[in-house]
């Protein structure tokens, strides 16, 4: 298994360029199982989730060519079932559900499993599903849905889910009258899916907002769209020049996405200068400790919450790092502790002491944020920091490393 090798104490400075969006790309990649015909993404990150979804929709009989603009067609669907082995390598492949049962009739999806950092149900999901009129039954580790026609209903998420709203806002858009979704997900992602499904012919409105309305339509047609940026991809680069005390731009990211982090780390004393499609973000000094509460869209994305806790490691201060969306999410703690780190976890939240420094050690990545913040803390450690089961980042990040040298830090992959 490949190593990140990370030697501290480089200030970054430069421009950085954003990738698509992997939490856009999934779902989106998912819709084109509506669709009988070619369409066309562009902006398609390259990176392990992708090419795991793509498996898993030619298991499926989906035809696709292309990389960065990918052309996708499901005219021929051979087969509704998504397997174990490939859904427990990712949990988005839920996303092939609701499409499935609302353009196939039918679909038999493995239930996800849980991960390290929550055990995850998609009891929100298959509730959804019921209500639109589906037959489900859970038998031997997999959900199996039915519907000749799936009718629309007004349905409440007891809690605000991404790829739930996402499934059932898909499987909405072909079902039989009018589906409103309550208490839906507002990520920029759920935006992003619902244009291209409306560019698809879908009607839908409120995407963004917790009330989604979508009238079903008899079919869909196939659309050329677009990913929006990584949201994650460019806080985690912006945070990096923080944590470096560098002067970063990060080009091609939408900075209304990143609203909540800005505020933090302009709390923190950054000098974060906004434009249409660019942020330049200098750090420089010692940082002032500020306190995180994880929450849904718009609130601070629990998805930085890893990266911020490794640059309030190295703040001014006492910071309180409350995890509010998933159970576990503090698996980097024990790691940052060992390269010097002052943490100490008090149920939900994470209390962080910064210190002058921290220092370079042998780390283990647990799941794919984790692993960006403690290439983070490397990038501000003294001495070398060498980070194990580097394929946890490969999921989420395109290339980090040639990233984050092209922007002056040490770190190189070596083949495990
Ligand atoms: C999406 O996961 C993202 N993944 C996650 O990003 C992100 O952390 C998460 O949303 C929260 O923003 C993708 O978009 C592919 P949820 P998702 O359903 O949809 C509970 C990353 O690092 N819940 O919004 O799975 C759940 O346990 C990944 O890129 C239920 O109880 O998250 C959690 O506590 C990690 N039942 C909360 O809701 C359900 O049926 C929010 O989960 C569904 C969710």
């Not at 992708?50 to 052309?71: A, D, F, N, P, Y």
């Not at 849980?114 to 298959?126: E, K, Q, S, T, Y």
């Not at 039989?176 to 920029?188: D, F, Q, S, W």
């Not at 869909?220 to 940026?229: G, K, Q, S």
Request: charged share 20%.
């Amino acid at each position: 298994m490949d190593k990140m090798v990370i030697v501290g104490g480089e200030r970054l400075a430069g421009d950085v360029r954003i990738s698509g969006a992997k939490n856009a790309a999934l779902p989106i990649m998912a819709s084109a199982l509506l669709v009988d015909g070619w369409n066309a993404f562009h902006n398609i990150p390259d990176l392990a989730d992708i090419r795991t979804i793509k498996r898993l929709l030619r298991s499926l009989g989906v035809e696709m060519e292309g990389e960065e603009t990918l052309q996708v067609n499901a005219g021929r669907i051979t087969n509704c079932e998504a397997s174990y082995d490939l859904v427990r390598t990712m949990r988005a492949s839920i996303l092939v559900l609701g499409p499935l049962v609302a353009r196939m009739g039918e679909a038999r999806v493995s239930l996800p499993g849980g991960c390290a950092i929550g055990a995850r149900p998609v009891n929100l999901h298959i509730k959804a599903l019921q209500e639109l009129g589906a037959e489900v039954t859970l038998k031997d580790g997999y959900v199996e849905a039915k519907a000749s026609r799936l009718k629309g209903a007004s349905i409440y998420f007891d809690i605000s889910t991404v790829t739930g709203t996402e499934n059932i806002m898909m499987a909405a858009t072909l079902a039989e009258g009018t589906t409103v979704l309550n208490n839906a997900a507002r990520e920029p992602e759920i935006a992003n899916l619902a244009e291209v499904l409306t560019g698809m012919g879908a009607r839908i409105s409120g995407a963004g907002t917790d009330t989604i309305v979508i009238e079903g339509v008899e079919s869909l047609h196939p659309v050329e769209a677009a990913v929006i940026p990584d949201r994650i991809e460019a806080g985690t680069f912006l945070i990096a020049a923080g944590i470096t005390g560098g002067d970063v731009r990060i080009v091609g990211c939408n900075p209304l996405h990143l609203e909540a982090l800005i505020a933090k780390l302009r709390d923190a004393g950054m000098r974060i200068d906004v434009a249409d499609d660019s942020i330049r973000a200098a750090g420089g000094g010692t940082l002032k400790s500020v306190d995180v509460k994880t929450l849904p869209y718009p609130g601070f994305p629990t998805d930085l919450q890893a990266q911020i806790m490794a640059l309030m490691a190295v703040s001014d201060g006492l910071s309180i790092i409350t995890e509010t969306v998933f159970e576990n999410r503090f698996m980097h703690v024990g790691e940052m502790i060992r390269m010097g780190a002052d943490i100490v976890i008090q149920g939900k939240s994470a209390v962080v002491r910064g210190v002058p420094k921290l220092r370079g050690a042998p780390v283990m990545a647990t799941d794919l944020r984790a692993s960006a913040s403690l290439i983070l803390a490397g990038l501000a450690a003294e001495g070398t920091t060498v980070l194990s089961r580097v394929y946890h980042i490969d999921r989420g990040y395109q290339r980090i490393e040639k990233k984050l040298s092209a922007l002056g830090a040490d770190i190189r992959r070596v083949a495990g």
